[in-house]
């Protein structure tokens, strides 16, 4: 068993270990417990994910034209701001990745902010978790962008615009592409480690005032981190799928 298991991991593995197994070794991978094969991270971020199945799912039943919930009122205010933030990173057709962006931003902050509630831990603090949010953005603009210029054009921008340079700035801008992933990645995991780090030590070691001082400044990270890593997509959606002359 995991020396720190959380209680939600425990739940997983009493409940779901079968599942869990089947899916490692259906990828290839053998746990290091087969008996407890959901480590915290994972957990933790499928428990955000069904959270915020959970609470969106109830806050539809409270929708209404004439008398709109507060809830309503925050989520349209979200939409607008996921709206003008993609429209103003990608130039063709960019509501139709509006639901993409906004799934990545809210799942981010919530896992972001989770870890401040008593028994829980950021998934984002596990460095496996902002890799894959960065392998999916990743493969996300890529292929997005393959749909909407058209194989060939999405090749020439690795190419550059000088054709004798074009050997050269291929392997440049497959390297910068590939460290788009190790950037992303860092850069999440890093700040949130770090903040839950400090959350954790000043916790146990000052007064209740303190803390909620560094609670404060965990969920200003919280915020910033999620619109960093959501407007860093959109940044480079927006550069593949530029139908500019090379």
């Known amino acids: 068993m995991p020396e720190h298991e959380l209680w939600v991991t425990a739940?997983?593995?009493k409940l779901l270990a079968a599942p869990a197994l089947a899916a490692l070794q259906l990828a290839g991978i053998t746990p290091l417990n087969a008996e407890a094969p959901w480590s915290?991270?994972?957990?933790?971020?499928?428990?955000?994910?069904?959270?915020?199945?959970?609470?969106?799912?109830?806050?539809?039943?409270?929708?209404?034209?004439?008398?709109?919930?507060?809830?309503?009122?925050?989520?349209e205010m979200f939409y607008e701001f996921i709206r003008e933030q993609t429209s103003e990173m990608i130039d063709h057709?960019?509501?139709?990745?509006?639901?993409?962006?906004g799934t990545l931003f809210l799942f981010i902050l919530i896992a972001n902010l989770i870890g401040i509630i008593p028994t829980f831990e950021s998934p984002t603090m596990f460095a496996v978790v902002p890799l894959g949010l960065a392998t999916?953005?990743?493969l996300y603009y890529n292929l997005m962008a393959i749909a909407e210029v058209g194989i060939v054009t999405w090749f020439k921008?690795?190419?550059g615009p000088i054709w004798w340079l074009a050997p050269l700035m291929l392997v440049?801008?497959?390297?910068?592409?590939?460290?788009?992933?190790?950037?992303?990645t860092v850069r999440l995991y890093a700040n949130m480690f770090a903040g839950e780090m400090?959350?954790?030590?000043?916790?146990?070691?000052?007064?209740l005032g303190v803390p909620i001082i560094f609670m404060g400044l965990h969920t200003f990270v919280a915020f910033l981190q999620?619109?960093?890593?959501?407007?860093?997509?959109?940044?480079?959606?927006?550069?593949?799928?530029?139908?500019?002359?090379?």
């Open 136 to 138: 999916v953005t990743f």
């Open 157 to 159: 921008h690795f190419l």
């Open 226 to 246: 999620a619109y960093i890593f959501t407007l860093l997509a959109m940044v480079y959606l927006g550069q593949m799928v530029a139908h500019d002359e090379h």
């Open 11 to 13: 739940l997983f593995n």
């Open 40 to 75: 915290n991270a994972y957990a933790m971020q499928v428990f955000v994910f069904l959270l915020m199945i959970a609470i969106f799912g109830l806050a539809r039943l409270t929708f209404s034209v004439d008398r709109p919930s507060r809830i309503q009122t925050i989520l």
């Open 198 to 207: 400090v959350f954790l030590v000043f916790l146990g070691m000052v007064p």
């Open 93 to 101: 057709h960019p509501k139709k990745h509006m639901a993409f962006f």
């Open 172 to 184: 440049i801008e497959i390297l910068s592409h590939l460290s788009r992933l190790l950037s992303l």
